[in-house]
């Protein structure tokens, strides 16, 4: 039963609430205070994704310990707001990823058409859309789509949240679709990578201009490989809880055992920790900002003074960057 590994959960989503909200912010700040990073488009879908993440850790989570704990009692409405909120963060985040998969997609296979379709404009237009999107489809348990408040006045999800919009709709309709598409994106995107990079490779003519063209090609391909690894993430980590509540939905009588349960559970707030992991590891930018910190934080301890950092900076709108300082004390 959850309810007797209480202590268990929230030490474990506290710990991911705390991580989440520490690597978010610091994504968030190393591209918000850089204006050539604010230039790549990408980074726009980075932020809003990164924001989501950080309303999970300091909203959704603890709203979601007090559920779990059938919190609070007798009280409907703030029931059902508290149990909105992660599934509006949820949403939010899908959405968002759907938006960069469509945005890598146009610059990869229609480069021409990407700056007028994917003008700062348009991708705050885009983001904004995806938020108001997010918030209708995680608002309607409150408008009407739920179950009965449970007799006992306990505020749990399973208990209020209807079987049909937490499976067919949220889960099939708003998830499962959604990352169909992404994956036939991300497929169009490296197949279309690899064969311009074929093509350039096989011509002999103006060679520093083809190896020019190569490198940002290959540039492209690195950086849609970390946003499809942050996708795949998003679905290891989201898609058990889902297939257990399709399964209690098909099968009532089924049992699940409640240390599978606690494990989804964690692992489901889990992905809002792991975004930032791999940024740093697999972009240059963000590993670099994360390596200044770190220095700049030593060395204003031992009282001396930072060093330039190698820069970062977009490179020709493929997405990838290089030059930026590291100033102590304003990181």
Not at 11 to 19: C, D, G, P, R
Not at 30 to 52: E, G, P
Not at 143 to 168: L, R
Request: charged share 15%; hydrophobic share 50%; glycine share 4%.
């Amino acid at each position: 039963d959850l309810i007797e590994k209480q202590p268990v959960l929230i030490e474990k989503t506290t710990i991911t609430a705390v991580l989440s909200v520490a690597g978010n912010l610091f994504i968030c700040t190393v591209i918000l205070r850089d204006r050539k990073l604010r230039a790549v488009v990408t980074n726009h879908f980075l932020v809003s994704l990164a924001v989501a993440d950080v309303l999970v850790g300091t909203v959704a989570i603890p709203c979601a310990q007090m559920a779990d704990a059938g919190l609070p009692r007798g009280q409907p409405t703030l029931c059902l707001l508290m149990l909105c909120t992660l599934l509006i963060f949820t949403q939010a985040s899908i959405f968002g990823l759907l938006a960069i998969a469509v945005e890598r997609y146009i610059s990869i296979l229609k480069p021409f058409q990407y700056p007028s379709l994917m003008s700062p404009q348009n991708s705050l237009l885009v983001i904004l859309s995806s938020w108001v999107l997010a918030t209708f489809i995680g608002l309607l348990p409150l408008m009407g789509w739920h179950k009965p408040f449970p007799s006992d006045g306990q505020c749990t999800f399973n208990a209020f949240i209807e079987d049909t919009y937490e499976v067919y709709f949220n889960f099939v309709a708003c998830m499962l679709v959604p990352l169909a598409a992404m994956l036939v994106l991300y497929s169009r995107i490296f197949l279309e990578a690899k064969r311009q990079i074929r093509k350039v490779a096989e011509r002999e003519v103006d060679v520093s201009r083809h190896a020019r063209r190569r490198r940002i090609l290959h540039k492209e391909l690195r950086l849609a490989t970390s946003l499809f690894i942050i996708l795949f993430c998003f679905a290891l980590c989201w898609l058990p809880l889902h297939v257990i509540n399709t399964v209690q939905l098909v099968c009532p009588s089924c049992p699940v055992p409640s240390p599978l349960m606690l494990a989804t559970i964690v692992l489901s707030h889990a992905n809002s920790a792991i975004n930032p992991v791999v940024y740093v590891f697999r972009m240059r930018s963000f590993r670099q900002a994360f390596t200044a910190a770190f220095s700049c934080a030593w060395v204003l301890e031992v009282g001396g003074q930072a060093g330039a950092e190698p820069a970062v900076e977009p490179q020709g709108g493929a997405g990838s960057w290089s030059g930026h300082q590291c100033h102590p004390p304003h990181f």
